[in-house]
C-alpha cells in the first residue's frame, strides 16, 4: 500500500486529504465525525471576532444546482454547483476554543492535525485570535482572507478584501507571525488578478504557506420571477472549479516553490491526484462532503491508496508536483510535432458534424463523403470529440 503521509509546514500528516474551514468542521459534533473520518487534519470553522460576520451564520442559505442551475432535489450531479451563504464561526472565540481543548486528546488518538483559522477587522483582532488558537494547540493559523460575503458587507474589512489588498494583507501576515511560534498560512481569494502576486506578497511578509482558494462571488437569476436566486449574490464553487484553482496552484509552485494546501474544487481522489500533481502537498475538502457526508472522506483517502497503488507509487509524496514540473510554456509548445486529423473510412458515416465544427475549412463534405482539405487541418482535435462514431483519430 503507498504511503500517505506528506509534510506540510513542518508537521507530519498521515494522508493529505484535509476537512476545509466550513460547516463540516464547526461543532464538536461535527469534528468528532470529521476526526474520525480519517483525514490528515482539518482546519475548524474560521472564528471572528465581528459579530456580524458571526450573525450572517443565522441566515445561513445553500443550494445544490445542477449544470443547468435548477435547485437539485435528491440527485447532485458530479458537476454540481454549490451556491450560498454563511458567516463565520457562531460561537465565541475564547467559548469555542475551550471545546477544541478537550477535542484534542480524541485528535492525538485519531493522529489528526487540527489547524485554526481566523479572520478580524483589525491588526490587534488578528493577533488576539492567533494566540488564542495557539493557546488551545492548535498546531497551524491559517488566515482567512478569501471568505466571499464581506465584500458584500457595508464596511466590513476582512476576508477577500484583506486579500485583496496587497499593503494589509502584508500587515495582518508580519503582526500574527511575529506573535505566534505556530506556523502561519494564508487562504487567498480567487479574486484577483493574480493570486500568483498575493501568494508572494504573503509568503514575504511572513507566511509559511498558502491555501488555493477559497470561494468566488456569484449571482444567479430565476426566471420564472424574475428575482436573483436565494435574493442576491452569494458564495459560488464546485467540482468545476477546479481548473480554475489548479491554474493558480501551478503557477504557485513553479513561481515561488511555497507549501500549498489545496481548495476549490476537490471532488474526489482522482481531484486529490491532480492537486498534488500541480503542486499541493495536503488537499482541502468541503463541498463534496457536505454532498455526501462524513464517509466521503474515509472513501476518498481509501481510493487515494488505490489509485497510487494502481499506478506503480510508493508514496504520495513522489506525486507532488510531477504535472507543474512537466508542463511547457507556450514557446516550447510551438516546438512540439504537429498533428493531423485522419478518418478512418469504415467507421465513417459522413454525417457532417465535424464539418459543423471544423472552423479552419479543414473538414469538407464532398461527392457524398467526408475530406480532409490537409493544409487547412491544424491538428487542432474538436472533429474527434464530436464525432459520434469515433471515426476520426490524429496522428503526427
Ligand atoms: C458552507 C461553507 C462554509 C464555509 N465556511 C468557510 C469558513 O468559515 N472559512 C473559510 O476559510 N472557508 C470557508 N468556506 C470555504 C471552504 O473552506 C472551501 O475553501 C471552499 O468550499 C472550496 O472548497 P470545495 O470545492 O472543496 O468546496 C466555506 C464553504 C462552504 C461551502
Request: aromatic share 6%.
Amino acid at each position: 500500500m503507498a504511503d500517505l503521509r506528506v509534510n506540510f509546514l513542518g508537521i507530519e500528516f498521515k494522508n493529505p486529504v484535509l476537512a476545509a474551514s466550513a460547516e463540516p468542521t464547526s461543532s464538536v459534533e461535527n469534528l468528532k465525525k470529521v476526526i474520525e473520518s480519517g483525514v490528515g487534519g482539518l482546519v475548524l470553522k474560521t472564528i471572528t471576532d465581528s459579530e456580524a460576520m458571526r450573525s450572517l451564520s443565522s441566515q445561513t442559505r445553500w443550494r445544490f444546482l445542477d449544470e443547468e442551475h435548477r435547485v437539485c432535489r435528491g440527485e447532485i450531479p458530479r458537476l454540481f454547483t454549490l451556491y450560498g451563504r454563511t458567516g463565520l464561526q457562531e460561537k465565541g472565540p475564547r467559548e469555542w476554543m475551550r471545546e477544541i481543548k478537550e477535542l484534542q486528546p480524541l485528535a492525538r488518538d485519531e493522529d489528526c492535525v487540527m489547524i485554526g483559522s481566523i479572520a478580524s477587522t483589525g491588526i490587534d483582532g488578528w493577533v488576539k485570535l492567533a494566540q488564542i488558537c495557539e493557546e488551545a494547540g492548535l498546531r497551524i493559523i491559517e488566515l482567512n482572507f478569501g471568505c466571499p460575503h464581506p465584500s458584500q458587507m457595508e464596511g466590513m474589512k476582512t476576508g477577500m478584501l484583506v486579500g485583496q489588498d496587497k499593503d494589509l494583507a502584508a500587515e495582518v501576515v508580519g503582526a500574527v507571525t511575529e506573535s505566534v511560534a505556530v506556523p502561519v498560512m494564508v487562504k487567498l481569494t480567487p479574486q484577483v488578478a493574480d493570486v500568483a502576486e498575493m501568494a508572494r506578497v504573503v509568503v514575504e511578509a511572513g507566511a509559511a504557506g498558502v491555501t488555493l482558494t477559497n470561494r468566488f462571488v456569484g449571482f444567479l437569476v430565476d426566471v420564472d420571477t424574475g428575482k436573483p436566486l436565494l435574493y442576491g449574490t452569494a458564495g459560488v464553487g464546485g467540482p468545476w472549479v477546479k481548473p480554475l484553482t489548479l491554474r493558480w496552484i501551478y503557477q504557485v509552485y513553479r513561481d515561488l516553490g511555497i507549501p500549498i494546501s489545496g481548495s476549490n474544487g476537490v471532488y474526489d481522489a482522482r481531484d486529490v491526484l491532480e492537486f498534488m500533481m500541480t503542486g499541493a502537498t495536503v488537499v482541502q475538502m468541503c463541498s463534496a462532503v457536505m454532498a455526501h457526508g462524513y464517509k466521503w472522506f474515509t472513501k476518498t483517502i481509501r481510493d487515494l491508496e488505490e489509485m497510487l497503488d494502481r499506478r506503480g507509487y510508493h508514496s504520495v509524496r513522489e506525486i507532488i508536483g510531477i504535472a507543474a514540473r512537466n508542463a511547457l510554456s507556450y514557446e516550447e509548445m510551438s516546438r512540439i510535432p504537429k498533428e493531423k486529423a485522419v478518418i478512418i473510412k469504415d467507421l465513417c458515416v459522413d454525417c457532417g458534424r465535424c464539418v459543423e465544427s471544423c472552423f479552419y475549412g479543414a473538414m469538407r463534405y464532398e461527392d457524398g463523403e467526408i475530406t480532409i482539405k490537409e493544409g487547412n487541418c491544424k491538428g487542432c482535435g474538436i472533429c474527434v470529440c464530436v464525432c459520434p462514431k469515433g471515426a476520426i483519430t490524429l496522428v503526427q
